[in-house]
């Protein structure tokens, strides 16, 4: 009888370890889509504050060598020092928090660019009892946990970088951030090639450009931005 109940002991630990394994599979699987690993970038602010800035304007319009693909172009600045290194960037007031909804299964909006220091806040705003979750992939990692129907989740971009946003939940949801080093960026809309960026403090700046799917190699020039003037760019994307 001993053995008996010996062997129905093992088996039923048997059966919990291969359940508990199989979890821990589907659970690692559900958060591990294929990661596309992006560079964040850390700036250090300094003391002065953009509202105090004497300011000027960078605008210009943006060519293509070939057939661009239907999505959005980003375009920002980052000071640069005499060493042509990145330098203080300044004390800026962060945009305010950018709500995004999880309702239907899906993030929206599914794209947006950010600033550093900006909060997001997803909301389980679903009109079903759903569950879901969100996490980041990249060098700008974080995973938010699982909330409830009504529920949401806040994280705050401390660093500048492409984020790509999933829940382990749902595999098919995804989203799409760009957080730029501060308020000095320009978003360059697929049926437009023409972009203007105000209120930039004066100084020296190194122009570069962000693609939601790289089909051009990404340009970069330097910029002078004058008290009350105007820079004008023409950024040149080539395959």
Request: glycine share 8%.
């Amino acid at each position: 009888m001993k053995l008996l109940f010996r062997l129905i002991g093992l088996s039923l630990l048997l059966v919990a370890t291969v359940v508990a394994t199989a979890g821990i599979k589907a659970q690692l699987s559900d958060h591990l889509p294929a990661p596309s690993y992006v560079n964040a970038v850390s700036y250090k602010d300094g003391d002065w504050k953009w509202s105090e800035a004497k300011q000027g304007t960078v605008k210009g319009r943006a060519t293509f060598s070939a057939r661009r693909p239907q999505q959005p172009l980003v375009i920002y600045l980052v000071r640069i020092g005499d060493d042509g290194k990145p330098t203080e960037q300044g004390l800026f007031d962060a945009p305010a928090t950018l709500d995004v909804s999880q309702q239907g299964g899906k993030f929206e909006p599914p794209f947006a660019v950010l600033v550093r220091k900006q909060s997001v806040k997803f909301l389980n705003d679903e009109e079903k009892e759903i569950s879901h979750n969100v996490y980041f992939l990249g060098d700008i990692e974080a995973d938010l946990g699982i909330f409830d129907q009504g529920d949401s989740r806040e994280h705050e971009f401390k660093e500048a970088g492409e984020v790509s946003v999933h829940c382990s939940i749902h595999k098919r949801m995804d989203a799409k951030f760009y957080v730029a080093p501060s308020p000095a960026y320009a978003v360059v809309e697929a049926d437009d090639s023409s972009f203007e960026i105000k209120g930039v403090p004066a100084g020296r700046y190194r122009l570069h450009t962000w693609q939601k799917q790289k089909r051009f190699k990404d340009f970069e020039t330097t910029v002078e931005v004058t008290d009350g003037g105007t820079a004008n760019v023409t950024v040149e994307m080539k395959r």
